[in-house]
T-cell receptor, first 116, second 112 residues
Framework: KQEVTQIPAALSVPEGENLVLNCSFT??????LQWFRQDPGKGLTSLLL?????REQTSGRLNASLDKSSGRSTLYIAASQPGDSATYLC???????????????FGQGTILTVHP | NAGVTQTPKFRILKIGQSMTLQCTQD?????MYWYRQDPGMGLKLIYY???????DKGEVPNGYNVSRSTTEDFPLRLELAAPSQTSVYFC???????????FGEGSWLTVV
């Protein structure tokens, strides 16, 4: 059974710092990995999606990497801002052909606080 | 662009009551999902649907039922509510090749 773990559980940094969030998964047979952002009282917003054949994806100040063989992904946030404060979740989709659909396995999330 | 819309946003139920969480999407997505999120935890899949008339169980289906009579709507039914069903419920949808998944804003349910 796939298990996804995110470290740290919470992180507090001053504005302007570069930071790294970690995600590890136990079964390397994945189709893709997604990073989501969740604001308090809101749903999840997809930030980056990395296919199993890719090594990284970038969007603005965000960079996500994937090392499938070691079961790890990192989300790098450059020049953090108070508006980045949110919970960040990673989720993996199993590589089960066309039957895996949206059967994502989520980590428990990292609560990020960026203070001015 | 409404995306995925869930109602109600908040609800308090008594033990043994039943209710339906409504979910509708306007993106013509084939795939729809219901997840629950317990405090400090990730999301767990309750049920999913790959198209109208087709539904299947996810990881935690006990105590819930779903139907998918149209592409747009995917209601989640709670029968005989129990305190263990206190959670935040998220509906989501995606295209036939589920890459990016779009989530609703959640429904907070408390069973007392």
């Amino acid at each position: 059974k796939q298990e996804v773990t995110q470290i740290p559980a919470a992180l507090s940094v001053p504005e302007g710092e570069n930071l790294v969030l970690n995600c590890s998964f136990t079964d390397s047979a994945i189709y893709n990995l997604q990073w989501f952002r969740q604001d308090p009282g809101k749903g999840l917003t997809s930030l980056l999606l990395i296919q199993s054949s890719q090594r990284e994806q970038t969007s603005g100040r965000l960079n996500a990497s994937l090392d499938k063989s070691s079961g790890r992904s990192t989300l790098y946030i450059a020049a953090s801002q108070p508006g980045d404060s949110a919970t960040y979740l990673c989720a993996v989709r199993p590589d089960a052909g066309g039957t895996s659909y949206g059967k994502l396995t989520f980590g428990q999330g990292t609560i990020l606080t960026v203070h001015p | 662009n409404a995306g995925v819309t869930q109602t109600p946003k908040f609800r308090i139920l008594k033990i043994g009551q039943s209710m339906t969480l409504q979910c509708t999407q306007d993106m013509n997505h084939n795939y729809m999902y219901w997840y629950r999120q317990d405090p400090g935890m990730g999301l767990k899949l309750i049920y999913y649907s790959v198209g109208a008339g087709i539904t299947d169980k996810g990881e935690v289906p006990n105590g819930y039922n779903v139907s998918r009579s149209t592409t747009e709507d995917f209601p989640l039914r709670l029968e005989l509510a129990a305190p263990s069903q206190t959670s935040v419920y998220f509906c989501a949808s995606s295209y036939h090749q589920p890459n990016t998944i779009y989530f609703g804003e959640g429904s907070w349910l408390t069973v007392v």
